[in-house]
T-cell receptor, first 113, second 113 residues
Framework: NAGVMQNPRHLVRRRGQEARLRCSPMKGHSHVYWYRQLPEEGLKFMVYLQKENIIDESGMPKERFSAEFPKEGPSILRIQQVVRGDSAAYFC???????????FGPGTRLLVL | DAKTTQPTSMDCAEGRAANLPCNHSTISGNEYVYWYRQIHSQGPQYIIHGLKNNETNEMASLIITEDRKSSTLILPHATLRDTAVYYCIVRVAFEANDYKLSFGAGTTVTVRA
């Protein structure tokens, strides 16, 4: 049973470009969570999604950031018009339900030049 | 407001048991204790969790005091690959609204040969 998959593992963007981060949950998991880890800081919750629904996006910056989890395909975290402060590691986790253990992917490291 | 407190860092010798303490003096009766670790540049890895009873799996043992105000994660035979930041997290059991994992600073564990 493959774990949580994230791609790309590393992403370099110039200021003003768009970044798309993908997350495929573990098989049988329909709950996806995105966390961000800024350099030298702990992980911070961003958004929680179930298939086709955003349940809680309270940790997402109000502008430029969006997330989706379509009926088919991976969850996508989209950052428009990236700025240097968006440089961070973005981790996705999944679980079978909201009360069960979350398992994390390897992360996507975004570097904004 | 931190729900858990952990030592900032600790060293242990390869091959010896590593005992990682965590204080959670305000834990509620319905809150689990979860442990994750993050090896450098990787995603958080789930280790173990427990509610009241001690737990053991292939990775570690979790000892929870009778009053549940503290716990100890035990790595029975530490190896160099166990060098990581270890996070102790409390989370409400069976509560679908408590999905935001709160990662504090954790304990940086260095296993030395």
């Amino acid at each position: 049973n493959a774990g949580v998959m994230q791609n790309p593992r590393h992403l370099v963007r110039r200021r003003g470009q768009e970044a798309r981060l993908r997350c495929s949950p573990m098989k049988g998991h329909s709950h996806v969570y995105w966390y961000r880890q800024l350099p030298e800081e702990g992980l911070k919750f961003m958004v929680y999604l179930q298939k086709e629904n955003i349940i809680d996006e309270s940790g997402m910056p109000k502008e430029r950031f969006s997330a989706e989890f379509p009926k088919e395909g991976p969850s996508i975290l989209r950052i428009q018009q990236v700025v240097r402060g968006d440089s961070a590691a973005y981790f996705c986790a999944s679980s079978p339900s909201a009360t069960e253990t979350q398992y994390f992917g390897p992360g996507t490291r975004l570097l904004v030049l | 407001d931190a729900k858990t407190t952990q030592p900032t860092s600790m060293d242990c010798a390869e091959g010896r048991a590593a005992n990682l303490p965590c204080n959670h003096s305000t834990i509620s009766g319905n809150e689990y204790v979860y442990w994750y670790r993050q090896i450098h540049s990787q995603g958080p890895q789930y280790i173990i969790h427990g509610l009241k009873n001690n737990e053991t799996n292939e990775m570690a043992s979790l000892i929870i005091t009778e009053d549940r105000k503290s716990s100890t994660l035990i790595l029975p035979h530490a190896t160099l690959r166990d060098t990581a930041v270890y996070y102790c997290i409390v989370r409400v059991a069976f509560e679908a609204n408590d999905y935001k994992l709160s990662f504090g600073a954790g304990t940086t564990v260095t296993v030395r040969a």
